[in-house]
């Protein structure tokens, strides 16, 4: 069974994206896509390349001094909203997946800090090692896939899991929307703070290849 996840693919996956971290000039890239991406954006910064102390071995950025995200007596004590920050890190991790294509991929508390006042905070973003990126109609298949969920439309979560997926057989497309929709009800009305992200993806990967479905890489 453990084919179906086509484990050779995920360590190819694993090993490209390890390549790519180790040579810091890509990284470098990354930031400077971002930084033009997110020009724009007052609520949002990324350091600075320093490209004549840069090479393959060597990243020289700006430093960026802020308070890290997860510090919840800190920001508290400068006054600055959590809502805020995480409504302005949510549309921040948004845009970069919706709109540009392009978005920080290792998105842990660390890499993560907060500068502004606290009626205006800013938020750092450090760290662009690794990196995604999703083309226009992949995009807009996993939006679809989004809003069905906040909809609890399971039956347009099946449709939308199909179109994002390659069916390797014949789907019995009734049976793969009644699993989907048993699956999806495992997490109706239950509080964000007791669900699991990466569980509610591999349940949906998995229901998906199960059937037959096969999900892309990315």
Known sequence: EARRLKPLAVVDTLDRSMERELDLRLEAAAISEMAENTKSDEGFR???VDWQRTARNVLTTEWIDGTPIADKAALEAAGISRQAV???????????????????ADPHPGNVVVMGTPEEPVLGLLDLGLVGHLSGPLRDKALELMVAAVREDFDAVADALYALGRPTRKVDMQVFRNDVSTLGRKYVGRKLGDIQASAIVRDL?????????DMPAD
């Open 46 to 48: 990324v350091p600075a």
């Open 86 to 104: 995480a409504k302005r890190l949510m549309d921040t991790y948004l845009r970069q997946v919706f709109e540009d294509g392009f978005f920080h």
């Open 205 to 213: 990967i998995w229901g998906a290849v199960k059937h037959g479905i």
